[in-house]
């Protein structure tokens, strides 16, 4: 199962645009204990308007009423405390219903209290607010229009507020009207304001979360391969010897007396076998040999996946102008393998017949080049590129070539995140809009993504192949 199944049930290496954004799921993400919270601190609020409106400004309020309404949401408040666990996650449901009884409460307490001449109704963009960044795009939008509703009420149809002496206290006409207005467009712009910002946080977190998984998946595979090293070179001497002891025993069974000594022999070299074999099983040992590896060899590996599933991937190595003909040792790291393995997996989805590596390499920079025949990124998104689930409508020929896929660019994301951290600068392109020699303009006309590194960044330091590795480490666990 890929990574991006067990995050949205697709596929974390579908790169490069099509395919819709899938519904997310944002209940249990709040915690009962911060509405809680806000709720008290929202009473608090209340009564302590009632108090000032009634003693301090003599207004003639209805006290009773005023305070029923603030009761019912201490009631709520109270329930929710006794009845609920303190580690309760609300679900979406119940969100939805606690902001809508909050908005209901407010709009009560407002219509008690002089309607939209009271200026406390601006507090009817709160619950909106919460919803758009906590609930998905349906139970906001419901939100918001039961606020607007409720608001357009209480304008309506209200309770006027009086002084002391018995005069009604109104605003004029058009200011009411005003108030009315920019609290409509208050619930509209605050509302897709903050449902935007959540979403665009809620999808960087999920992709970050699938690079980190596949840097995570990538790691084991190359701590493994390092184990694997590291055991063919600790007991390569004890099975050799095993071997030889061996042998000699078979040719020695008509003699007696050295086929105890050799028996003594194979059971020494056994048991050292049993004790590196625990010490491996135990925490694996880092082979330092690894670490480090010629660059044509870093990129077949990376793109050894791919070389069998009908496309031609041709890969090549040369310097650049100028560049020192040895071919540099580069960091045999996660990050370099499996940001370089996905871009060629994307080149080989979309590419008609081949893809092309070309790596090159000067005494500042080292240049990794991928190239195939394909249609190329589409226009509208290529300044987007690198972003998570980068989505555009597909093509009718891609949906022909590629039936039932969907990608939502997080392949992309995932490749730049991961080379971008070794140090590397990236640059997306099409081969149509590149210049073009008369040899590959026929065939290096689909997308181009070039990754450049400082060669100081990956590169072996210089006058350090002389230098002995020393003894394999045991791998961090």
């Not at 301090?56 to 005023?66: A, I, R, S």
């Not at 960091?331 to 790596?359: C, Y």
Request: aromatic share 6%; glycine share 8%; charged share 20%.
């Amino acid at each position: 199962m890929s990574i991006l199944t067990q995050l949205k049930s697709g596929n974390i290496l579908d790169n490069r645009t099509t395919g819709p954004l899938p519904k997310e799921r944002r209940s249990n993400w709040v915690r009962l204990r911060t509405l809680i919270i806000l709720r008290w601190i929202a009473i608090f609020g209340q009564l302590v308007a009632i108090i000032v409106a009634q003693s301090v400004f003599k207004l003639n309020l209805d006290l009773g009423f005023c305070l029923m309404a603030v009761g019912t949401l201490i009631i709520a408040n109270l329930i929710a405390i006794f009845v609920y666990p303190k580690n309760k996650r609300v679900t979406e449901q119940e969100l939805t219903l606690m902001l809508l009884f909050d908005v209901t409460q407010l709009s009560a307490l407002l219509y008690l209290t002089g309607g939209l001449h009271n200026p406390f109704a601006l507090l009817i963009l709160a619950p909106v607010s919460i919803a758009a960044t906590a609930l998905r795009t349906g139970p906001t939008i419901i939100i918001g229009v039961v606020a607007i509703a409720l608001a357009t009420l209480v304008l309506l149809f209200h309770l006027p507020l009086h002084d002391a002496a018995g005069t009604v206290l109104r605003m004029p006409q058009i200011f009411v009207f005003g108030f009315w207005t920019a609290i409509l467009i208050g619930v509209v712009f605050l509302g897709g304001y903050a449902r935007s910002v959540a979403s665009e946080i809620t999808t960087m977190s999920e992709a970050l979360l699938a690079t980190q998984m596949a840097l995570a998946r990538e790691q084991k595979i190359t701590d493994l391969a390092g184990v694997v090293a590291a055991a063919a070179h600790e007991l390569g001497t004890p099975l050799a010897t095993i071997k030889l002891a061996s042998t000699e025993l078979i040719d020695d069974l008509d003699g007696q007396g050295a086929l105890q000594e050799d028996a003594r022999l194979i059971r020494d070299q056994t048991d050292r076998c049993r004790d590196i074999l625990r010490d491996m099983g135990r925490a694996g040992k880092d082979d330092l040999h690894m670490h480090y590896a010629p660059l044509i060899a870093v990129i077949r590996d990376a793109s050894e996946p791919h070389s069998d599933r009908g496309k031609t991937v041709t890969v090549s190595a040369k310097p650049a102008d100028g560049g020192d003909t040895q071919q540099p040792d580069i960091k045999r790291s996660s990050e370099i393998i499996h940001g370089l393995r996905n871009l060629i997996q994307n080149a080989v989805d979309f590419a008609d017949t081949s893809v092309w590596v070309n790596a090159s390499w000067s005494d500042t920079t080292i240049t990794v080049r991928i190239m195939d025949d394909g249609d190329g990124f589409p226009p509208n998104i290529i300044g987007r590129i690198g972003d998570p689930y980068v989505s555009d409508r597909r093509s009718d020929t891609t949906a022909t070539s590629r039936p039932g896929y969907q990608g939502m660019g997080l392949g992309l994301f995932i490749a730049k995140t991961l080379l971008e951290r070794s140090g590397a600068e990236l640059v997306f392109a099409n081969g149509r809009d590149a210049p073009q020699t008369p040899e590959t303009q026929k065939s290096h006309k689909g997308a181009i993504v070039e990754v450049i590194w400082p060669t100081d960044s990956i590169s072996r330091p210089k006058g350090s192949n002389s230098l002995p590795l020393g003894a394999n480490t045991p791998i961090p666990t």
